[in-house]
């Protein structure tokens, strides 16, 4: 854990909120600098590596998009 991580020092800043994915709801461990914006929900790296990776034609990608139209309102 790299302590001099400048994204640490911004996690405890008071009345700071952190960021949540909006599909999968974890909080990043990398705080702010893990996630993606999607105006202002999050998404993390690991739901962004599902959307890129994920089948077009597949029952979890058509979810996923569901749900990335849902946070986008
Ligand atoms: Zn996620």
């Given at each position: 854990?790299?302590?001099?991580n400048?994204c640490?020092?911004s996690e405890?800043?008071?009345?700071?909120?952190?960021p949540?994915?909006?599909?999968?709801g974890?909080v990043?461990?990398?705080?702010?600098c893990?996630?993606?914006?999607?105006g202002r929900?999050?998404?993390?790296?690991?739901c962004?590596?599902?959307?890129?990776t994920c089948?077009?034609?597949?029952k979890?990608?058509?979810e996923?998009?569901?749900l990335?139209?849902?946070?986008?309102?």
């Amino acid at each position: 854990m790299d302590i001099n991580n400048p994204c640490r020092q911004s996690e405890r800043q008071p009345g700071k909120l952190l960021p949540c994915c909006s599909i999968c709801g974890e909080v990043p461990e990398d705080g702010i600098c893990g996630v993606l914006k999607f105006g202002r929900r999050f998404i993390c790296r690991g739901c962004e590596q599902k959307i890129l990776t994920c089948d077009t034609g597949s029952k979890a990608y058509q979810e996923l998009i569901r749900l990335i139209k849902r946070i986008w309102k």
